[in-house]
Structures are given as C-alpha cells and as structure tokens.
C-alpha cells in the first residue's frame, strides 16, 4: 500500500531547538532569570535612600531644628516643645553675599558661649549614637556650636540702638522690622547700645525675639565681638519642613530696604528666586525614585504569596 506524502517526507528539526543545543548535540535548558526577593533589596534601597540624604544635607540643604526662642514668631523653639525643623539652603552664599533680612545658621564664633541650636547629649552610649545619626538626617538637633539669628547689618555699616521711636538705626537710618516679637507685651522697649561699625567680612545678627535674644549685642561682650564672620556661616533658613501645620517659606525682609533701590519695585535675580523651588525638586527626587522602586518591589512580594 502506497504511504502517504507526509509519512515519506523526514520529519524536520525546530529550529528553536537547533539553536539551544550544545556541541554534544545536547538541548541546553533555558534557565528562569531568577528575581531577587523584595527582602533581599529593601536593605539596598534604604541604605541608597540614606546615602542621598546624607550627601544633600552635608553639601546642599541641611535640616535643622530649632529649640530656642530667640526667633519667635518667625520660627518657633521652645524647651520641651517640638521646635520646627527648617531646610537650611548651604550653597547660595557661594554665589552671593549675605543681605540684611536672611534668616542664617551659623557656627557660633570664639568668643561666643552660648549654644542655642545644640542640645545636650543622653549619657547612654547607644541612645547618644542614635542622636548623632539623627542629627546628620536632621532628625535630632546638631551636635554643635551653632545659633540661627537674622542679619541686621553688614561689614562696614554702623548699627546702633535706639532712636527716638525705639528702632535700630544703620548708618543713620532707622530698620523697618515688621518681624520683631514682643514676648512681654508690656515691654516693647529694645536695649540700648552704642554705636558699633562691623568689621568687613562680618554680620551683626540679632533675633526676632528682640528681648529674648542673646546675640551681638551680648555675645563676646557685645560690642565688635558680637560680630560673626562670613566664614562661619553654614547657610540661609528657606523653608519650613516640619511640622506640616507650619510649612512655609522663612521671611527674608530686609530692614534696609526703605533706602535701597529694591523698596522701588526691584527685586532679586529669577534664579535666586528659583532656589527654594530648585531645592524642593532636588530633594523630592530620592523619595519619588525610591517610592516608586519599593511599590514594584511590594506589589511584586505580593503577588508571588497568591
């Protein structure tokens, strides 16, 4: 009986076959790609998160904590209270010079004796570990000689107090410092102090809380002592990070600014403007890449225990 056409003709090879087959003539298996369990990379991502956070803070932005009273009501510190927490700006002072009105941290000079942002270390060795981590993070206050005040006046300007109207003059012209707070309202008078030319390459500082404030007019001894060198300051309080109920930007009116240009309608550079938002973006990054890479991995621990 005559066979067929298809049982004559030779059965051909698949050629998916041919091409994992070996020298030998062996058929080579295709191995799974294996995943890596969600376990295994959260430790990665959160020692990446804490990486990042830690490179911004020490060469970008740091948050700091603030548990003084010295700058009631523009930021609010108290003892024992939760102090805010503000996203200090450390690089526009290497493109600008400090101005009348920003609101600064800054490494408390020599003569300087009193620590304000810094607080007192616990006596046991692992919760005193866990407050330096905490303080790089900006979770705990810093472990130094740091203060934040406002910029009053600048190298080479003279600032005295006070004129006929209880106000700070510089250079003969009294501040419009619609900031002040008066912690005992029945005493709205400022201390009075002579004349006092800061050094070129100095600021003088002084706090919101203008009769609660220990600063250049105190510090060192007041007088020129009270100064505080450029150098030493670490950066410009922008924003309000924490906690939610305080979020906003740190005013930096200039109490100058009735006799400068600016008082006519001109204002700072639109990059200098940019610089809070430039940072938000900056800082948000991390936590978007690294929300968005731990969801995946969560969804996918999820729908391997179904």
Same mark, same amino acid.
């Given at each position: 009986?005559?066979?067929?056409?298809?049982?004559?003709?030779?059965?051909?090879?698949?050629?998916?076959?041919?091409?994992?087959?070996?020298?030998?003539?062996?058929?080579?298996?295709?191995?799974?790609?294996?995943?890596?369990?969600?376990?295994?990379?959260?430790?990665?991502?959160?020692?990446?998160?804490?990486?990042?956070?830690?490179?911004?803070?020490?060469?970008?932005?740091?948050?700091?904590?603030?548990?003084?009273?010295?700058?009631?009501?523009?930021?609010?510190?108290?003892?024992?209270?939760?102090?805010?927490?503000?996203?200090?700006?450390?690089?526009?002072?290497?493109?600008?010079?400090?101005?009348?009105?920003?609101?600064?941290?800054?490494?408390?000079?020599?003569?300087?004796?009193?620590?304000?942002?810094?607080?007192?270390?616990?006596?046991?060795?692992?919760?005193?570990?866990?407050?330096?981590?905490?303080?790089?993070?900006?979770?705990?206050?810093?472990?130094?000689?740091?203060?934040?005040?406002?910029?009053?006046?600048?190298?080479?300007?003279?600032?005295?107090?006070?004129?006929?109207?209880?106000?700070?003059?510089?250079?003969?012209?009294?501040?419009?410092?619609?900031?002040?707070?008066?912690?005992?309202?029945?005493?709205?008078?400022?201390?009075?102090?002579?004349?006092?030319?800061?050094?070129?390459?100095?600021?003088?500082?002084?706090?919101?809380?203008?009769?609660?404030?220990?600063?250049?007019?105190?510090?060192?001894?007041?007088?020129?002592?009270?100064? *505080? #060198?450029?150098?030493?300051?670490?950066?410009? !309080?922008?924003?309000? +990070?924490?906690?939610?109920? @305080?979020? =906003?930007?740190?005013?930096?009116?200039?109490?100058?600014?009735?006799?400068?240009?600016?008082?006519?309608?001109?204002?700072?550079?639109?990059?200098?403007?940019? *610089? #809070?938002?430039?940072?938000?973006?900056?800082? !948000?990054?991390?936590? +978007?890449?690294?929300?968005? @890479?731990? =969801?995946?991995?969560?969804?996918?621990?999820?729908?391997?225990?179904?």
């Amino acid at each position: 009986m005559p066979s067929s056409a298809a049982e004559d003709e030779p059965e051909r090879p698949d050629p998916d076959d041919s091409a994992d087959a070996g020298a030998n003539g062996k058929r080579r298996r295709r191995k799974p790609k294996k995943q890596r369990s969600f376990w295994v990379e959260l430790p990665i991502l959160i020692v990446v998160a804490l990486a990042l956070a830690f490179v911004f803070q020490q060469f970008l932005a740091r948050v700091y904590t603030i548990p003084s009273g010295s700058m009631e009501t523009t930021l609010h510190g108290c003892t024992g209270c939760y102090g805010d927490k503000v996203l200090v700006d450390k690089i526009t002072y290497d493109f600008t010079d400090p101005e009348p009105g920003d609101v600064v941290v800054f490494k408390g000079p020599e003569p300087w004796v009193e620590n304000e942002v810094a607080t007192e270390r616990s006596g046991n060795a692992v919760v005193r570990f866990f407050q330096n981590i905490g303080s790089v993070f900006g979770l705990a206050p810093p472990d130094e000689r740091d203060f934040v005040k406002r910029i009053i006046a600048t190298g080479g300007q003279t600032v005295q107090c006070c004129d006929s109207q209880n106000r700070v003059v510089v250079d003969g012209k009294a501040l419009d410092e619609p900031y002040i707070h008066w912690e005992n309202p029945d005493n709205q008078r400022q201390e009075p102090f002579d004349p006092v030319t800061v050094p070129d390459g100095y600021v003088w500082v002084m706090g919101d809380n203008r009769n609660d404030s220990c600063d250049s007019r105190c510090q060192g001894g007041g007088g020129v002592r009270g100064a *505080v #060198p450029v150098d030493n300051i670490i950066g410009k !309080a922008r924003i309000i +990070v924490l906690p939610p109920s @305080r979020w =906003g930007g740190v005013s930096d009116h200039n109490p100058q600014a009735a006799a400068q240009p600016a008082a006519l309608g001109m204002s700072a550079p639109a990059w200098q403007e940019g *610089v #809070p938002l430039g940072f938000g973006v900056v800082a !948000a990054w991390p936590a +978007v890449w690294g929300g968005r @890479r731990l =969801g995946s991995k969560v969804r996918e621990a999820v729908e391997r225990k179904r």
